[in-house]
């Protein structure tokens, strides 16, 4: 089981600039969050799907934020432009039942 | 609606000496309760959950016990060690979606 992969570890960018963030859950686990994680904020939830499907994405913080899951091994998060104030570490997180798996996360620098 | 509240951190410990982090939560029906660690640079990981009332969850060293009539799901360890330093987190999930967060205690361990 290699886990919940997230892709690229490390990105920086300049400001307006599209970012895209890709997470590959866990094979069997129907259910797929994305996490913002800031000092100033702490973790914060941005989206789920369950079984491809969003279900709750209020915490989405701007329409410049998109997320998709085309399928049930993929997904992306994507901003368009980025801006410095988006810098911040995202989680992708996958479950089946109860718990969460996390990825390692993708460290956002825009400047 | 369901929340979590942790004690705020730092806290910080000399090597072997005992450990609580405090958390309460308010939620509605009978939610799983979770602890999860975050080391520097990594996702946060499953440290430990109980499922019902009177449940010890136990993990590492790591014990809490699912309280209900207290509400109350505090993280102890007899003896801490300088690799226990990451942030904790205490989660509930009330509905098999999402799991709701603590805003993490951060425990640092002196030699």
């Known amino acids: 089981d290699a886990g919940v992969i997230q892709s690229p570890r490390h990105e920086v960018t300049e400001m307006g600039q599209e970012v895209t963030l890709r997470c590959k859950p866990i094979?069997?686990?129907?259910?797929l969050f994305w996490y913002r994680q800031t000092m100033m904020r702490g973790l914060e939830l941005l989206i789920y799907?369950?079984?491809?499907?969003?279900?709750?994405d209020s915490g989405m913080p701007e329409d410049r934020f998109s997320a998709k899951m085309p399928n049930a091994s993929f997904s992306t998060l994507k901003i368009q432009p980025s801006e410095p104030r988006d810098s911040a570490v995202y989680f992708c997180?996958?479950?089946?039942?109860?718990?969460?798996?996390f990825g390692s996360g993708t460290r956002l620098t825009v400047v | 609606g369901n929340s979590v509240t942790q004690m705020e951190g730092p806290v910080t410990l000399s090597e072997e000496a005992f450990l609580t982090i405090n958390c309460t939560y308010t939620?509605?029906?009978?939610?799983?309760l979770f602890w999860y660690v975050q080391y520097p640079g990594e996702g946060l990981q499953l440290l430990l959950k109980a499922t019902k009332a009177d449940d010890k969850g136990s993990n590492k060293g790591f014990e809490a016990t699912y309280r209900k009539e207290t509400t109350s799901f505090h993280l102890e360890k007899g003896s801490v060690q300088v690799s226990d330093s990451a942030v904790y987190f205490c989660a509930l999930d009330s509905s098999a979606s999402k799991i709701i967060f603590g805003s993490g205690t951060r425990l640092s361990i002196r030699p």
């Open positions: 997180a996958s479950r089946t039942g109860y718990g969460y798996t």
């Open positions: 939620a509605t029906g009978y939610p799983s």
């Open positions: 799907f369950n079984n491809n499907v969003p279900i709750d």
């Open positions: 094979s069997g686990h129907n259910s």
